[in-house]
């Protein structure tokens, strides 16, 4: 009970093993939690012995209900000084074209199960009066994303429920931050159907200094690379005729 947890949902891969990595490095406890098992035992491994943290593992689907229920009830025992809310995952595609399955699993993953990881640690974070939550959104937060249209959805909702919390927030210890990377290189395009678009990528070593960076400074929400940046705010005043214009030529080439 004593223990402080770093958690790190989507531990196995990507955004996920730089985040623990970067808080293995400043000294936390890492507990990982993904569905693959032999990736997440060797970033723990590595972990425990480049910076002698302790680790834990979790094997948990967090699309489904009922092991992300034990997952969060088993976090919320525990006393978690961060939550790195990061799993999350794609589909590249028409929407009128896409598995209903998969799409019912997206918003299970990129916004159920953050939420309620998010009610897991709350009440354990505020009775100590310190702790961080990072939820991994997206630059797909700051327009529609036609052929990405529900995960752009889905990422609009972690930056809007990120950034209200982080206001209700504010005073007592407790920092959320929401962190919108745009194209990184991890097997998330993969997983999303094409690695051959978006090939102009930043690294995820790249979004993890930005997303500590802003959270020290209480930032509500960071947008990695200067680039990306530019394109969210100018975004925002275009036409929504232009806008999705934009996103479609982006997420087709
Ligand atoms: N890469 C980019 O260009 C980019 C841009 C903006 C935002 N993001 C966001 O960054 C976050 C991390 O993605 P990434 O880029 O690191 O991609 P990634 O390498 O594909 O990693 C995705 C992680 O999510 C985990 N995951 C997927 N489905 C899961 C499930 N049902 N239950 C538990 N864990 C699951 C995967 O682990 P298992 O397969 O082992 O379960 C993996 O560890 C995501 O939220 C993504 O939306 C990425």
């Given at each position: 009970?004593?223990?402080?947890?770093?958690?790190?949902?989507?531990?196995?891969?990507?955004?996920?093993?730089?985040?623990?990595?970067?808080?293995?490095?400043?000294?936390?406890?890492?507990?990982?939690?993904?569905?693959?098992?032999?990736?997440?035992?060797?970033?723990?491994?590595?972990?425990?012995?480049?910076?002698?943290?302790?680790?834990?593992?979790?094997?948990?689907?967090?699309?489904?209900?009922?092991?992300?229920?034990?997952?969060?009830?088993?976090?919320?025992?525990?006393?978690?000084?961060?939550?790195?809310?990061?799993?999350?995952?794609?589909?590249?595609?028409?929407f009128a074209g896409s598995d209903p399955r998969r799409t019912t699993e997206m918003l299970e993953l990129n916004v159920v199960a953050l939420t309620e990881l998010v009610h897991a640690?709350?009440?354990?974070?505020?009775?100590?009066?310190?702790?961080?939550?990072?939820?991994?959104?997206?630059?797909?937060?700051?327009?529609?994303?036609?052929?990405?249209?529900?995960?752009?959805?889905?990422?609009?909702?972690?930056?809007?429920?990120?950034?209200?919390?982080?206001?209700?927030?504010?005073?007592?210890?407790?920092?959320?931050?929401?962190s919108c990377p745009g194209p990184t290189e991890t097997g998330f395009w993969e997983a999303a159907g094409n690695d051959a678009v978006m090939k102009r990528r930043r690294t995820p070593?790249?979004?993890?200094?930005?997303?500590?960076?802003?959270?020290?400074?209480?930032?509500?929400?960071?947008?990695?690379?200067?680039?990306?940046?530019?394109?969210?705010?100018?975004?925002?005043?275009?036409?929504?005729?232009?806008?999705?214009?934009?996103?479609?030529?982006?997420?087709?080439?």
């Open positions: 009970m004593d223990n402080t947890w770093a958690v790190v949902t989507g531990g196995s891969s990507g955004l996920g093993v730089a985040f623990a990595e970067r808080l293995a490095a400043e000294g936390a406890d890492i507990w990982l939690a993904a569905r693959s098992e032999d990736r997440m035992q060797e970033v723990a491994q590595r972990l425990e012995h480049n910076y002698g943290v302790a680790t834990r593992i979790s094997s948990v689907d967090l699309a489904d209900a009922g092991a992300r229920a034990d997952f969060a009830a088993e976090v919320a025992e525990a006393g978690v000084s961060h939550l790195i809310n990061n799993a999350g995952f794609a589909q590249l595609g028409d640690v709350l009440p354990g974070m505020r009775r100590r009066g310190s702790g961080a939550i990072i939820n991994v959104a997206s630059t797909a937060a700051f327009q529609p994303t036609p052929s990405m249209t529900v995960y752009a959805a889905s990422k609009a909702y972690v930056l809007r429920f990120s950034t209200g919390l982080w206001r209700e927030l504010k005073g007592t210890g407790v920092r959320v931050i929401a070593e790249q979004v993890v200094d930005v997303t500590f960076e802003a959270l020290h400074k209480d930032k509500p929400f960071v947008i990695d690379g200067a680039a990306n940046r530019a394109m969210a705010f100018a975004t925002r005043l275009a036409p929504i005729g232009f806008q999705t214009k934009i996103a479609q030529l982006i997420t087709t080439h």
